[in-house]
T-cell receptor, first 116, second 112 residues
Framework: DAGVTQSPTHLIKTRGQQVTLRCSPK?????VSWYQQALGQGPQFIFQ???????QRGNFPDRFSGHQFPNYSSELNVNALLLGDSALYLC???????????????FGPGTRLTVL | QKEVEQDPGPLSVPEGAIVSLNCTYS??????FMWYRQYSRKGPELLMY????GNKEDGRFTAQVDKSSKYISLFIRDSQPSDSATYLC????????????FGQGTELSVKP
């Protein structure tokens, strides 16, 4: 049973460019959450997708957008990259539970983005 | 003030020691509490998951939640060099969907 997978592993971009990161959830999971982890910090919640809709969003600008596909996989897009966007981007998958959102979240290995 | 406070360490202990890791929080609505372990340049791995107050034990790991003090702990018994990693506490409310609030993480080093 494959866990959460993310691609690419590493990415180098320059300021102003756009980037797309991809995530496939764990088998049996239908919800995907994205987090940004700066060096030496805990992960910060970006947003969560369920049934192809953004269900909840953290304190991130509109430059950060996402999408969920019918097979539950998800993409994170970041436009107009800034130096401060350099971080490890983590995808977490879970099973939606009516009334309380989602159950336990399992994380993928992350995509390390460097913005020069 | 951050919603979740965690001492970043680093914490260095000899092999076999008992390790105590802690987090404090300010939001009394938090009801789900988690500990994740993160090895260098890897994704967080779920270690412990508890609901509301109380203790939970799994092998060498024990998680404690004291909601009255807004304080959670993770104890590691008979620590091993393979336990060297960053430990992240995380928590969320009952109905806030999937938004986990993380502490900064504590870097632990277990010396042989």
């Amino acid at each position: 049973d494959a866990g959460v997978t993310q691609s690419p592993t590493h990415l180098i971009k320059t300021r102003g460019q756009q980037v797309t990161l991809r995530c496939s959830p764990k088998s049996g999971h239908d919800t995907v959450s994205w987090y940004q982890q700066a060096l030496g910090q805990g992960p910060q919640f970006i947003f969560q997708y369920y049934e192809e809709e953004e269900r909840q969003r953290g304190n991130f600008p509109d430059r950060f957008s996402g999408h969920q596909f019918p097979n539950y996989s998800s993409e994170l897009n970041v436009n107009a990259l800034l130096l401060g966007d350099s971080a490890l981007y983590l995808c977490a998958s879970s099973q939606w539970t009516s009334g309380r959102g989602t159950d336990t979240q399992y994380f993928g290995p992350g995509t390390r983005l460097t913005v020069l | 003030q951050k919603e979740v406070e965690q001492d970043p360490g680093p914490l260095s202990v000899p092999e076999g020691a008992i390790v105590s890791l802690n987090c404090t929080y300010s939001n009394s609505a938090f009801q789900y509490f988690m500990w994740y372990r993160q090895y260098s340049r890897k994704g967080p791995e779920l270690l412990m998951y508890t609901y509301s107050s109380g203790n939970k034990e799994d092998g060498r790991f024990t998680a404690q939640v004291d909601k009255s003090s807004k304080y959670i702990s993770l104890f590691i018994r008979d620590s091993q060099p393979s336990d060297s990693a960053t430990y992240l506490c995380a928590m969320r409310t009952y109905n806030q969907g999937g938004k986990l609030i993380f502490g900064q993480g504590t870097e632990l080093s277990v010396k042989p």
